[in-house]
Structure formats: structure tokens, C-alpha cells
């Protein structure tokens, strides 16, 4: 009901019996202000320890949302529901830290005074004069329990005279501000009411539960207008308590018209939607030039039994007519919908439209333009009326119109009425006779300049009109093409990297922002950076409010209700499956985002969750394909690898029990040749298991070049020279070209590759035919080629020929099919490439190429 | 020589046992006495006691990594060290030379290889009476004379490339990395400049080798150096 009357106490007795009971209960915050009965009352209570911070030097203490969290008791005693919390915590209001316990299924003992209701908090500000800066939202009430403490003004006085109120030193003041009798009366009648209601709304719920017939009326839903008029929050507090006692559904409605609005007023309107959807509204914004349309198109949508709007104040001719226009409308096309005309005083902001509203930023400089087109057709009119006099001065009037009209397409409502008015006044002075008077004579002049005088202003209006319509088209237009474009590029993004790139590009450059897209991992728990791509830098403390965001599925930071002292906004990625990651979005400007804005980010969001959970479905279908592809290719490994272990094994062990037969080794030459088996075999197997830890680094990317400068000569020597015993049965042919410059290279890999490349030559080739091997330099690209006169390779096998396992059908037995995707690793992991084709001739070629991009440089002595 | 005479003695420190057993069995039979560690604190102690006259050393042991072994031999003894490793580990041994290992060898290597590669570090290790002029093959270098002969006709060297051909010939038969040759020929800070001894061993392989392009003197080692062939 009001301070003083002992809610704290009541709170703490009811959680000591709950207490008594074994309900685990904590102390999440309760003030005592030092009275020692109250005091005595927290004995016993298990407390969790505040959380402390200082702001501008002032040492501030608050409930610890997250130990509380932690602590998970099932009872929290949290006093003075309608607590603005210090600066920098988490919520700006205490109720957001409860609305958070409750959330994580912990009840909440709390206490409010009446004032502190948002529905209520008028009618206290009219009653006691006080203004209440600390409210909550009466949907919070909606979800509470409410027990009524109450005692009598008189009591209540009395305790404040013992100083049972506030700290005594501080009681005085309060006392002179609010506490008078006539005040505490009201207060506590309201309080009783506001009860009341809830338990008869309490009783209606049950009759409905317990489908007991009754007098009660259902179905209603209400609809009240919100414009960006200051009277609008008054009008909404007056529909929730209508809705309150209906026990009806609501919506808060503002119809958009073309009209620009000035930046005061969309604030204003920003925060009447605000305190409608925070006081329960469903709010919907709609379009419409023509607002009794637009107001009745969603009432009807709605199913709207009654419509709240305000009352038109007559104060001015104008809005007189204005709003009598709009009142007689809505009542004659509502049909059967009630309308209730709320009376809203007038308060102390007054709309900021002055006398004469200037539209635009350059108006003076319209006003010149048309007066300045008035003065030259004024001229001209003279001209023509010295030139041609038979023409007559009525003829003039339609050369001022002709202007009127055309300026009516290029300046604003203003300067386009001052032209009308001007030319209808020069046409007069200087052409009506008699001249160079206002006087007019004749009757049809009379009623031509009158004449003149309305088309001018109806077809300056009618034009105006259609220019600004035309203008909001354009602007619904854009947003609607944004969108377009958003989703038209996101549905040619087939990477992650594209989807979060197009994200981070489409709503940076449409709100000048920085974004950062951070998703959730395969584990589930949001990603510790952003995305690649990402142009928003985060803090940990804006990575704090991200993963927030992700628990919570909020929107959170700058401009919202929670942790809003962030830098960036974060607004949750998800979808009806669930959340998939959070957009950290840091807008340019130091105002929240409008209404429009509001809308256009939320749709951008939601779309680029649609696309990235489909990739992530995609992604995941892919990695299922992988591990098939992966299976078969493992198997494939086992089958060739375990082939090619097995023969030089075989070899080996028949060649060494033969001998160890001392009647056979007898034989001459018998030694010799077991023994090159067995050498032959050894360097077989020794190759293999190269073969393997290359394809293995080649596959973990471990192929780290170490590029130096190398001689291809001296390279294509060098393994030619080591391979001499391999390749003995081959005429080797080498070619190398004069004047190639030192390449860099990892001589070791090159080495690998090129051995790779001459023992395949050698393997698929008849004994006794030519290998060329060859080393050249274009001006960019040196090329190392290997060519044999062999059967060539089939050309359907061309493209597969450098894949892992891939072997040539019709190849010969033996080998594993690794050596050429060693090849490629290799050369590419030089940052090079490898080509391969049949010779005109027959017979295989393999090129291996690699970059010259730079000279070697030297100083001094070189010769 | 004279190594049939005095036998001489030659440390395995390997941990493969297998490579251990066939070891001595070929050292032995190449007229060696032959001790073996397991790993490197045991191969350090056996260095201490035993004063080999070669050591073969594996570079992957258990308890420490086989080039710290080597710097702590070298910080009392200039024995000559062979140092085993496996392909693909060219940082080794590279690491490995530079850091005073005579020679290397790659696994797996016959054991013919290895008797000719202990024999030329071991021949290194003796101080040699002033070895003035140098012969192999059809190459005479006269280092008092500072003269350079190919098949008997006298050639013309820049200061640079006789400077490489001298490093050679001082280490003939020993492989010598790139960086120690650039440290030796153009100093300190040119150790980085492959290019430079890229160019140099071109021209210098065109005025000494019979045929350039198959170099039968100045040999490639792959990764690692060059080496000077013996015979």
C-alpha cells in the first residue's frame, strides 16, 4: 500500500513459516533499514552475500542474480520489487532480476507499494503529486500472488512518528512529500482495489476452470490507437486497466502514415509501443495513409470487440475539424465494434509542432524558389499582356496556375501555398483592373480570383500528397529490396563463410553498423570468438553478453532492457528448433533503433537463421556422406596396402629359409641373386612405408616447404642419379634448358615428387623404352616433365589420376595408388601445380609446375 | 693407414636393440671393437670411459634428443660422430652437422656405406701433416700455391669460388651443410643466402666437373649440403 506499513516484516515472518516447513529459503535482498524487530526477523535466514560496486564514486550494493542462480534455493526473498538497480549491473530493473529467478524455477517473495504500479502510477502522480520514477510493468503482477498488507493512515502515521519509517533523519522529508493523510487514504483504497480485482479475477478463472455459468463476459479483446502523441501513455494505462477488469486480450496499434515524423516524436512514439508491450500489449504496426483504415483493418484482424481512442482536444480550429473528421469516421465505419473516447489531460510536454511546421532542413530555400517563380512569371505575364494585349488579363490566371502546379512538384506543402497566395495577389494588384489595386470590380473576377485560389491549393495538396506517398513508397520499398537482396544472396551462399560474410555485410551496410556472428559449436555451448568475417571486435564482456543472449534466447546489451550499459546489441539467432548462435550488432547511433529499424533487424535475423540452420543440416548430411566416403576409402587402403606389405614380406622369408639351406646355397650364385630378392624387396617395402608417412603428412597437412633457392638442374640430377639402379632397365634422356633462374623449392619435396613421377614412368613402361625428364622455365611458371613411351593413360582416367587410391583400371599389379596424390600434395603445397596427358606420340606426361614470381638478389661480386 | 694395426674402437648409442645386435656383428667383422649404449646419459658415460675412436649415434632416443647428446660430447671431445636418422627428418640433420656431427646416414643404409662413412670421419679426425696438394679424379688443387689443375690444365677460380673449392678440399669427403658453408665463405650474417652458394657451386661444378650436369666431385646432398667425394 505504502512505505512504512511494515511490508518487509510480513514478508520475512511468511518466509520463516515457509522456512519452518523446510522450504529451502534464502535471502537474495532485503533492506531493514536498521529497525531491530526486522532485523531479528533475518536471524536464522541463510543470506546471500550482495554484490558490491561503486559508480562515480558511490560505493552501491545489489542482489547477486548469478549466486542466487547458483545457490538454487526454491524460496528467494528479494524486497522492493520496483528497485532501479545500480548502473552497470546486469538489468536496469530489480523485477528483470526476478522475472530471471522465477525463469530458473526459483519462487520469489517480494514486496511493492502500490504506487510503483505502471497502470496506477498516473492516478498516484495525480493524487499525491509526487512523481514515481520507480514502476514495474503490471504484466509482472500478472504472474504473482498478491497479499495485501494493510493497516489504517493513522497507524501508519503513528509508526512514522516512532520512527518505524525509513531512517528518522530522512522520515521528516518524506513525511511533508507524501505522507499526509488525505494521500495514504487514496493510496490504500487503491491498493484494497487493486486486490479486489485480482481476486476477482482469481474467482473468474476458477468458474471458467470449474465451467461454472456466469454473468462474467469473455471474448473481449481490446485495441487502443498509439500514436506519438505524449496522451498516448495515458490512454494505454487507461486500456490495460480496462483489459484488467474485462479480463480481456489486448493490442496497442500505430498506424504509419507517409508523414515524416520529427526525430522527438518517433522517440516518443518508440517509447508509448515500449510501455504498451510492457504493460501486456501485443503491439502491431501497420501501414496505411488513411489511419481509420488502417485502425479498423487490424481491429477486424484481430477480432477487436472495442477500440480505445483519445479524445480530440479543441483547441484550434483546425484540429477541430481534424479530429471531429476522424471521430465521426471511426464511429460511422467501426460497425459493431464499441468505441470508448477517453478524455487524456494535457500535460506539461506539449507536442513540438509550431505554428508553422518547417518539413524540411533547406525550407527557406523552397520559399525563394516560388517566389521567386511567381516574380518571373509575373514578368512574363507582363510581356505577354504588353505584347499581346488582345489576350486579356483573365488568360494571365491560367500562366500562375500552370506555375503553381509545376512548383507543386519540386517544393513542400508550404512554399507551394505561399506561391498560390502570392500569385493570386500579383495577378490581382498588377492584372485585374483596375491595375495596381486589390480592388476587384466585377463580380466574375471576383469569382474568378476565388476560383483561381482553390484549384491552386487543391492541386498544390493533391500533388503533395502524392509526392509524399510516393516517398514512404520508396521508403517501404527499400526495405522490402534489403530484404530481397539479403535473401537472394544468402541463397546462392553455400559455406558458412559466405552466409556469415552476406549477414555481416547486408546489416553493416544498411545500419552503418560493425556485426559480429557468433554461433553456437558442435557441443552446443556458443563459440568463444565470432565468426571469420566478423567486422565487431567483442570484449569479454561483450562475449558475456553474447552467451547471455544464447542461454536466454533475448535480445540483449545497447538499447535493451538487459545488460544494457554494452556496447553492441546482441540479438539471438533462432528458430523454432532452437537457438543457433547470437548477431552482435554495434549501431552508429546513440538513439535505440525506431521502430522500422527494430522491425528490419529482426527480420534480417531471423532470415539469416533460416539459412544457417539449413546449412547446418546441409553440413551435417555432408559429414555423414564424408564418413561413408572415408569408410570406403580406408577399406580400400587395408586391401592394397595390406597386398603391397605382404609380397616383399613373402619374399624376404622365402629368400631367407632358402638360405638357411646349406645344400642349396652350395649351388653357385644361388646366394647372390636370393640376396638382390631380398635388397629388392627391402627397398620395395622402404618405399611403401615412405609412401605412407608422405600421404599421411600430405592428409594431416603437415607438409610444411621449407623454400629455399634451388637449382632445377642440379634437382632433376640429383634424383635422377639416385633412382640410376631403379631405373636401369630405361633409357633415361635429360633435358635440361640453358639459363633457368634459381626457383624457390623445398628441395627435399621436389626431390620426393619428382622420384614419385620416374618410378611410375618406370613401373607402367616396357623395359628398355625412353623416359624423358626435363626441366624448362616459361616467364612465370618453371616446369619439370616427366614423359614415358608407355600405353598412356585412359583418358576417362585423366581427371581421378592425381586422387588418393585412384588407380587406372587395367594398370598393372603392385602399387598403391598414393604415389601421384603424394605428387600433388607436394607441389601444391609449394604453392604450385601438376598437369597430366597423353603424348601426341603415346605414352604418359606428367608436368609438375611451380611459380617464378621473384629473382634471388645479389650483391656484389657474382662472377 | 694403419687402422688394422691398432684396433680401433667405435660407441653405438641406438635404442633398437635389433640395430644394436646387427651392428656389432658388422663392426666386429670390419676389425672393430664395438660398445653400445641404450640411451643418451648411458651413451655420455660410455663416451667418458671408453675414449672411442667413432661414435655412431641414433638422433631418436628415449631420453633426450640425440643433438643435445651431441653438444654435450662436444664440449669436451672432438671424436668423430656419425649421426643414424630416419627419411624426412632433414631438420635433424642438419641441426645434427651443424652442431659438430662428422657424417650421417639415413635409414636404412647398408652396412658397406657405413664402414666407408666411419672411415672418412674417422681419417678427418687425425690431424693430417700439411696436405698440400689435394688429388681426385682429374682434380689437383695445390693449396700452397693456390693453384687449381683439371685434368693437368691450370683453370682460373674467382677469390670467391677458390675460397668454396679450399672448404672443400679441407673437408674433402665430409658433407658440409649449406649454412656452414655460407658462414665459412661469405660470414656470419650470410647465412640465410642460399642463392649465393646456389650460383657459385654452378660455376664452380662448370670449371672442375667433366660433366656439369652429372657431378661427379661436388655432389647434392639433398636438403642438407654438399660434400666433396673422395674417390
Request: hydrophobic residues 45%; negative net charge; glycine residues 6%.
Amino acid at each position: 500500500m505504502a512505505a512504512g506499513v511494515g511490508k518487509t516484516y510480513a514478508m520475512l515472518e511468511a518466509a520463516r513459516k515457509q522456512q519452518s516447513l523446510g522450504v529451502d529459503v534464502v535471502i537474495g535482498y532485503v533492506e531493514t533499514h536498521g529497525r531491530k524487530d526486522t532485523d531479528a526477523l533475518t536471524q536464522g535466514l541463510p543470506t546471500i552475500p550482495r554484490k558490491l560496486s561503486e559508480h562515480r564514486g558511490v560505493k552501491l550494493s545489489e542482489m547477486d542474480v548469478d549466486a542466487v542462480l547458483a545457490r538454487k534455493p526454491k524460496l528467494a526473498l528479494v524486497d522492493e520489487l520496483a528497485h532501479t538497480n545500480a548502473p552497470g549491473s546486469r538489468h536496469p530493473k530489480r523485477y528483470q532480476d526476478i522475472l530471471e529467478l522465477l525463469d530458473a524455477g526459483i519462487d520469489v517473495y517480494t514486496t511493492l507499494n502500490v504506487q510503483h504500479v505502471e497502470s496506477r502510477a498516473h492516478t498516484v502522480e495525480e493524487i499525491t503529486g509526487s512523481t514515481m520514477h520507480e514502476t514495474i510493468p503490471d504484466s509482472v503482477l500478472d504472474l504473482a500472488e498478491i497479499e495485501l498488507i494493510d493497516i489504517s493512515p493513522d497507524d501508519l502515521m503513528r509508526r512514522l512518528d516512532e520512527g518505524k519509517v525509513y531512517m528518522p533523519d530522512r522520515a521528516a522529508v518524506a513525511m511533508v512529500n507524501f505522507f499526509r493523510e488525505g494521500n495514504l487514504t487514496a493510496l490504500r483504497e487503491m491498493a484494497l482495489r487493486l486486490a479486489a480485482e485480482r481476486v476477482g479475477q482469481d474467482v473468474r478463472d476458477y468458474m471458467q476452470v470449474m465451467q461454472i455459468q456466469g454473468p462474467w463476459k469473455t471474448g473481449h479483446r481490446l485495441l487502443v490507437a498509439v500514436s506519438a502523441s505524449p496522451l498516448s501513455g495515458q490512454m494505454i494505462r487507461w486500456t490495460r486497466r480496462l483489459a484488467d477488469s474485462l479480463d480481456a486480450q489486448w493490442t496497442a496499434v500505430h498506424v504509419e502514415s507517409s508523414k515524416a515524423m520529427s526525430p522527438v516524436d518517433e522517440e516518443r512514439l518508440t517509447k508509448n509501443l515500449a510501455l504498451a508491450r510492457e504493460l501486456g500489449a501485443e503491439v502491431i504496426a501497420t501501414a496505411d495513409e488513411d489511419i481509420v483504415r488502417g485502425l479498423l483493418r487490424v481491429a477486424r484482424q484481430q477480432n477487436a470487440t472495442q477500440i480505445v481512442v483519445g479524445k480530440p482536444a479543441y483547441n484550434g480550429i483546425r484540429q477541430f475539424f481534424a479530429g471531429g473528421w476522424f471521430m465521426r469516421r471511426l464511429v460511422a465505419e467501426s460497425g459493431d465494434i464499441d468505441i470508448h473516447v477517453v478524455r487524456a489531460d494535457k500535460t506539461d510536454t506539449p507536442r513540438e509542432r509550431p505554428m508553422f511546421h518547417i518539413p524540411e532542413r533547406v525550407a527557406w530555400k523552397q520559399y525563394l524558389i516560388a517566389f521567386g517563380a511567381v516574380v518571373a512569371v509575373t514578368l512574363l505575364n507582363w510581356f505577354i499582356e504588353y505584347q499581346f494585349p488582345s489576350l486579356g488579363y483573365r488568360m494571365l490566371a491560367l500562366n500562375y496556375l500552370l506555375a503553381v502546379v509545376l512548383l507543386a512538384l519540386f517544393v513542400g506543402r508550404g512554399p507551394m501555398l505561399m506561391s498560390a497566395t502570392v500569385s493570386a495577389l500579383f495577378w490581382d494588384y498588377f492584372f485585374v483592373p483596375p491595375a495596381f489595386t486589390l480592388w476587384i470590380s466585377q463580380v466574375d473576377d471576383a469569382m474568378m480570383f476565388g476560383m483561381y485560389f482553390v484549384v491552386a491549393v487543391v492541386m498544390g495538396q493533391l500533388i503533395a500528397r502524392f509526392r509524399s506517398q510516393e516517398k514512404a513508397e520508396r521508403r517501404r520499398e527499400e526495405r522490402t529490396t534489403a530484404l530481397y537482396l539479403l535473401t537472394r544472396e544468402l541463397a546462392d551462399a553455400v559455406t558458412m563463410d559466405q552466409i556469415v560474410k552476406v549477414i555481416v555485410g547486408h546489416i553493416g551496410k544498411l545500419f552503418e553498423a560493425d556485426v559480429a556472428v557468433i554461433l553456437a559449436e558442435a557441443d552446443g555451448r556458443l563459440a568463444l570468438q565470432p565468426y571469420a568475417g566478423s567486422t565487431l571486435k567483442l570484449t569479454e564482456k561483450e562475449l558475456s553478453v553474447a552467451s547471455w543472449v544464447f542461454r536466454h534466447n533475448q535480445r540483449a546489451g545497447q538499447f535493451t532492457d538487459n545488460l544494457p550499459l554494452s556496447d553492441a546489441m546482441h540479438l539471438p539467432l533462432s528458430t523454432a528448433t532452437g537457438i543457433l548462435g547470437v548477431v552482435g550488432v554495434r549501431l552508429p547511433q546513440t538513439n535505440p533503433p525506431n521502430l522500422e529499424q527494430n522491425n528490419l533487424l529482426e527480420a534480417f535475423v531471423r532470415q539469416a537463421a533460416l539459412v544457417i540452420d539449413r546449412q547446418r543440416l546441409h553440413d551435417a548430411a555432408q559429414q555423414t556422406q564424408l564418413a561413408a566416403e572415408s569408410e570406403r576409402l580406408s577399406k580400400t587402403l587395408l586391401d592394397s596396402i595390406s597386398h603391397e606389405l605382404r609380397t616383399p614380406i613373402a619374399a624376404i622369408t622365402s629368400a631367407a629359409s632358402a638360405l638357411g639351406d646349406k645344400t642349396l646355397t652350395a649351388q653357385p650364385g644361388f646366394s647372390d641373386s636370393l640376396l638382390n630378392e631380398i635388397k629388392e624387396a627391402v627397398a620395395r617395402l622402404n618405399r611403401l612405408v615412405g609412401n605412407l608417412l608422405d600421404i599421411t603428412r600430405v592428409e594431416s597437412g603437415h607438409v610444411k616447404p621449407k623454400m629455399d633457392w634451388c637449382d632445377a638442374g642440379d634437382l632433376v640430377n640429383v634424383t635422377v642419379k639416385s633412382l640410376r639402379k631403379e631405373l636401369t632397365g630405361h633409357k633415361v634422356e635429360t633435358v635440361i634448358a640453358p639459363q633457368i633462374p634459381l626457383v624457390r623449392m623445398d628441395f627435399v619435396l621436389m626431390e620426393q615428387a619428382l622420384t614419385n613421377l620416374l618410378l611410375n614412368a618406370a613401373f607402367h613402361t616396357a623395359a628398355g623404352t625412353a623416359i624423358q625428364v626435363s626441366a624448362r622455365a616459361d616467364k612465370d611458371e618453371l616446369a619439370l616433365t616427366v614423359a614415358d613411351n608407355g600405353p598412356g593413360i585412359p583418358p576417362e582416367s585423366l581427371p581421378k589420376i592425381f586422387d588418393k587410391f585412384y588407380r587406372a583400371p587395367g594398370a598393372l599389379t603392385g602399387g598403391t595408388g598414393l604415389g601421384l596424390s603424394i605428387v600433388k600434395g607436394f607441389v601444391e603445397a609449394q604453392g604450385g601445380r601438376v598437369a597430366a596427358e597423353n603424348r601426341p606420340g603415346g605414352g604418359a606426361k606428367f608436368t609438375l609446375y611451380l611459380p617464378v614470381t621473384e629473382q634471388p638478389v645479389f650483391s656484389g661480386e657474382t662472377t | 693407414m694403419n687402422e688394422e694395426k691398432s684396433q680401433s674402437v667405435v660407441l653405438v648409442i641406438d635404442d633398437e636393440v635389433q640395430i644394436r645386435r646387427l651392428l656389432k656383428i658388422s663392426l666386429e667383422a670390419a676389425g672393430y671393437k664395438v660398445y653400445e649404449a641404450a640411451n643418451g646419459q648411458e651413451g655420455l658415460a660410455e663416451a667418458a670411459q671408453r675414449r672411442p675412436d667413432v661414435v655412431v649415434l641414433d638422433l631418436g632416443l628415449p631420453d633426450m634428443d640425440g643433438v643435445t647428446v651431441l653438444k654435450r660430447l662436444r664440449e669436451w671431445s672432438q671424436v668423430p660422430v656419425v649421426v643414424l636418422s630416419v627419411r624426412d627428418r632433414e631438420d635433424d640433420k642438419v641441426a645434427a652437422l651443424d652442431n659438430g656431427a662428422d657424417d650421417y646416414l639415413t635409414k636404412p643404409f647398408g652396412t658397406a656405406e657405413l664402414l666407408a662413412r666411419l672411415r672418412v670421419a674417422q681419417r678427418h679426425a687425425k690431424p693430417t701433416a700439411d696436405m698440400a696438394v689435394f688429388k681426385v679424379g682429374q682434380l689437383e688443387v695445390d693449396l700452397p700455391a693456390r693453384l687449381v689443375k683439371v685434368n693437368g690444365q691450370p683453370v682460373k677460380l674467382t677469390a670467391t669460388e677458390y675460397a668454396l673449392l679450399q672448404l672443400f678440399v679441407r673437408h674433402a669427403g665430409k658433407v658440409l651443410t649449406h649454412r656452414q658453408i655460407l658462414k665459412e665463405v661469405w660470414g656470419p650474417t650470410y647465412t640465410e643466402q642460399t642463392h649465393y652458394l646456389r650460383v657459385y657451386m654452378t660455376h664452380l661444378r662448370e670449371k672442375i666437373e667433366a660433366n656439369p650436369s652429372e657431378p661427379e666431385l661436388l655432389v647434392t646432398e639433398s636438403g642438407i649440403g654438399y660434400r666433396l667425394m673422395v674417390k
